[in-house]
């Protein structure tokens, strides 16, 4: 009897187990489906108008109602645009991935009475865990990125002759970069111009910093392609990928940074900064504005009087890439002239403003353009251990820093920095000197990120 009752527990447990793993299963089958998606038709004819829409649909449910609200969106536009005229409204989608990841390109475009109209969105999926993206989860939004995408789109442009587009999508904006499709090989900048689209790819390398690396894997690394040669932004060649080449840490050997400082002179904080670098005998780089530095002579006479470097900013800070030619040179040349009227010299290094300008520019102004290959963005960050941490993490010999002598964060932060950094055997020095030690000889209308 009880041999017989043990077994038919063991066939009790035994069953027990089928049914829950059934059940398991089918809730998985549920839950965890497979990504599906399809192209749903729907055609609205009426007298006045007619819509016709490639709908996105999927077995998620989120996503379904994301790509909707679009669809709904683009609608209502046009029926409030059409009034008692006619025309007629297509809204379609493609997509691109990158591993997991969609990127759903949804455009829409009205055509009324002659006047074309374009709406265009991204909406990003995870398939892997059916997650609706932002895209923000994907890429970090930030004002480093943009001034990466910038250049690129720049070059891109120059190379395709940008005049004919639209200037305000060369500034730096976030309103500028909404449309990222992130494909297999590179992310691409959609660009609307005119209702055509720009594609401007750049590699991921180049923004590897940004990405989350949640979703992206990037191997290469981008430091060691750019450290080792000298960037000019107008070159049409393609910029070569070179081996790191392994510097011997010689700690006998002084290693040199240039601070650059821009936007100023504002009075009583750059008189701080240069208090700051008087005491800890290291040069710097002013690249001031015309319109301040005429206003502020003394301080300007103080920083030649310190042994620093007075370089231009230009007159008043505006991307030079929307001026004409002759608009540009008058900011540049106006600002040499009242820099030479305090100094008795005119500068001999332009920082352009955004670090925006095309071979045009660089070619008629008779000047070096200094770039930077350390951003600090202090006029972001506004905290001075932030400012201190990045720069003595980043900075390496030869490195052009960026900073900005409007706020007391990042004079404290500098400061800090140059404290720290002397112990490690660093020298600081104007950008001047800073060519003078790595024996390169600065030439005009040609620019430069570093010095090594
Ligand atoms: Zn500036």
């Known amino acids: 009897m009880k041999k017989n009752n043990l077994l038919i527990l063991l066939i009790i447990i035994l069953c027990t187990i089928g049914i829950i793993t059934n059940i398991f299963l089918v809730f998985n089958n549920i839950f965890i489906k497979e990504f599906k998606i399809k192209t749903e038709q729907i055609v609205i004819t009426e007298k006045k108008y007619s819509i016709k829409i490639d709908r996105i649909k999927s077995n998620d449910w989120n996503l379904n109602k994301k790509i909707d609200n679009i669809n709904n969106s683009i609608q209502d536009i046009f029926l409030k645009d059409i009034r008692n005229n006619k025309g007629n409204l297509v809204i ?9 990841i969609y990127s759903f390109h949804i455009r829409g475009i009205s055509k009324i009475k002659d006047i074309i109209k374009r709406k265009d969105y991204i909406v990003y999926y995870d398939e892997k865990n059916n997650k609706v993206l932002k895209q923000e989860d994907l890429i970090k939004k930030d004002y480093g990125l943009y001034t990466i995408f910038n250049s690129k789109c720049v070059d891109y442009l120059n190379n ?24 297999n090989k590179e992310i691409r900048i959609l660009i609307i111009n005119n209702n055509k689209e720009i594609s401007i790819p750049i590699e991921y390398v180049y923004v590897k910093e940004y990405l989350n690396k949640k979703y992206f894997k990037i191997k290469k690394d981008i430091k060691k392609e750019v450290k080792n040669e000298e960037i000019v932004v107008t070159t049409d060649k393609e910029e070569t990928v070179q081996e790191d080449v392994d510097k011997t840490e010689d700690l006998n050997l002084p290693k040199y ?3 650059t400082f821009d936007d100023g002179p504002a009075l009583d904080i750059t008189t701080t900064l240069l208090d700051g670098l008087k005491m800890r005998n290291a040069k710097a780089t002013f690249f001031v504005l015309g319109n301040r530095a005429k206003n502020q002579v003394d301080i300007i006479k103080r920083m030649i009087e310190e042994g620093h470097v007075v370089g231009s900013h230009t007159y008043s800070h505006k991307n030079l890439l929307r001026l004409s030619l002759d608009e540009a040179l008058i900011e540049i040349n106006s600002t040499n002239d009242i820099i030479a009227n305090i100094t008795g010299n005119k500068p001999k290094y332009l920082r352009p403003p955004y670090g925006n300008y095309n071979k045009d520019i660089l070619d008629n102004s008779n000047m070096t353009f200094i770039l930077w290959s350390v951003d600090t963005e202090d006029w972001k960050k506004r905290d001075t251990e932030l400012i201190y941490e990045y720069i003595i993490q980043n900075a390496n010999d030869g490195d052009i820093i960026l900073l900005h002598d409007l706020y007391p964060t990042s004079v404290e932060g500098v400061l800090k920095a140059i404290d720290y950094l002397s112990t490690q055997n660093y020298r600081f020095v104007n950008i001047e000197e800073l060519f003078n030690k790595k024996g390169i000889i600065a030439e005009t209308n040609k620019s430069y990120r570093y010095v090594r």
């Open 257 to 259: 940074l240039a601070f």
């Open 92 to 100: 379609d989608y493609e997509y691109t991935k990158y591993k997991d």
């Open 160 to 183: 395709k002759d940008y005049k004919k587009y639209d200037e305000s999508i060369l500034e730096i904006d976030d309103k500028n970069y909404q449309l990222l499709i992130f494909s």
